[in-house]
């Protein structure tokens, strides 16, 4: 146990971390777990020792437990922990005193951003409907390949700082496949990535039904400073609305005639075929872009002076979204 003794800090230096104290006093193994943030001394339970690890349980004020697992290696210590907190649960009940219960419909968002604003519109609106959100970005990078590892390892080599455990895209079409849930897929067709995400699932889905609830082109009501009702401008994607506007449509989804289901997936077999770098909106549809399309647009952007990349992108794609937005209404 003689190895084990000392202070132990995280090597990525985070004040936030729990620092490990490891002692031997009067022959036994006394170990201390703090806050790095608050300076706490958690309570120590269920303390065990080898010759090669050590294992205890953190008990903290605000409830939670973590159970740790100390080996040594090279000198380092390496920590193993799991948490575990205790929260109050209540009994889901309608205004009437009747039990909730779960209502059988999953929505399908076009992404991270649209799942959150989606599930804040349902819990403000006292549904119990389910939500589940597409973590990828299909407008972009190879689409050939049905193995969701290609797509995670496309974005790998693309950002450093990219987490291929982060994201479970097999997680997503399995469940999706699987469900005896009622359906309901949102998007807008002025989005390359919402637009690309539709055509995509409904490749997977085939012949299953489901509903649809195309955001293009919808003027929601609002109200002016004036006090004056108005409705606002055309919408181009679900990501754009807010979770009020999400909440008025509701119950406005449609079912997918089996033509629409039909073109949808044919079209987006041809973009697999095609394969191309960028997809993008046009008059036409989502079509198949070369890696330099908007090359253009982001030199004219730059300038011949050093510019921080920071001031040419936002301002680029301001313009780039406007154009595809424009091209597509």
């Not at 097999?170 to 989005?191: P, Y």
């Not at 001031?311 to 091209?327: M, N, Y």
Request: net charge negative; aromatic share 8%.
């Amino acid at each position: 146990m003689e190895d084990f003794v000392g202070r132990w800090i995280a090597g990525n230096d985070r004040h936030t971390t729990t620092t490990i104290e490891i002692k031997i006093v009067d022959g036994h193994l006394v170990v201390q777990a703090i806050d790095g943030s608050s300076g706490e001394r958690a309570e120590i339970q269920d303390l065990t020792h080898g010759n090669d690890e050590i294992r205890f349980v953190a008990h903290w004020s605000s409830g939670k437990t973590t159970a740790y697992r100390l080996l040594l290696s090279d000198g380092r210590l390496i920590v193993h922990f799991t948490f575990s907190e205790t929260d109050h649960f209540k009994r889901d009940l309608n205004p009437d005193g009747t039990q909730r219960w779960r209502s059988g419909i999953l929505h399908i968002a076009p992404g991270h951003s649209a799942g959150g604003s989606l599930r804040r519109a349902i819990r403000t609106s006292g549904r119990t409907d389910d939500v589940i959100s597409f973590r990828d970005d299909l407008s972009c990078g190879p689409i050939d390949s049905q193995e969701s590892s290609a797509r995670v390892g496309w974005w790998a080599s693309m950002y450093d700082e990219y987490d291929e455990h982060d994201v479970d895209l097999d997680g997503f079409w399995k469940q999706i496949m699987s469900t005896t849930d009622r359906l309901v897929v949102w998007f807008g067709r002025h989005s390359a990535h919402e637009h690309a995400f539709f055509l995509a699932l409904a490749d997977r889905l085939g012949d299953r039904p489901y509903d649809i609830i195309d955001v293009t082109g919808l003027q929601m009501p609002m109200t002016r400073p004036d006090s004056k009702p108005r409705l606002s401008s055309p919408k181009q994607a679900v990501s754009l609305m807010s979770e009020t506007e999400l909440a008025l449509l509701f119950g406005t989804e449609r079912a997918m005639t089996s033509q629409e289901r039909e073109d949808a997936a044919r079209r987006w077999r041809t973009l697999k075929s095609e394969n191309a770098p960028f997809r993008i909106v046009t008059d036409s549809g989502l079509v198949s872009a070369p890696a330099d399309v908007f090359d253009a647009l982001l030199l004219e952007r730059a300038s011949k002076d050093w510019r921080k990349i920071a001031r040419v992108i936002p301002r680029s794609w301001d313009i780039i979204w406007s154009r595809i937005s424009r091209s597509a209404t």
